[in-house]
């Protein structure tokens, strides 16, 4: 009997969500993406490899005010 881990997101401060434990990912069209236990998905939205962080945000010095 297989154990599932705990789904979890995380905002990071001004930086991407990480995202734990996800089993099924999709592009903004439809596509299945390959998954990883924790992933870091872009929310800078200057990743050059959306959806996932390529640490772009650190070149625009992305701040969430809110975050
Ligand atoms: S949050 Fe890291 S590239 Fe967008």
């Not at 236990?37 to 640490?55: Q, T």
Request: proline share 4%; glycine share 4%.
């Amino acid at each position: 009997m297989s154990q599932k881990e705990e789904v979890s997101l995380e905002i990071s401060k001004d930086g991407p969500y990480i995202v734990k434990n996800v089993a099924i990912l999709r592009n903004s069209k439809g596509n299945s993406l390959e998954t990883q236990p924790v992933m870091a998905l872009c929310r800078c939205v200057s990743s050059k490899n959306k959806p996932f962080c390529d640490g772009s945000h650190l070149e625009i010095a992305f701040k969430d005010e809110m975050n």
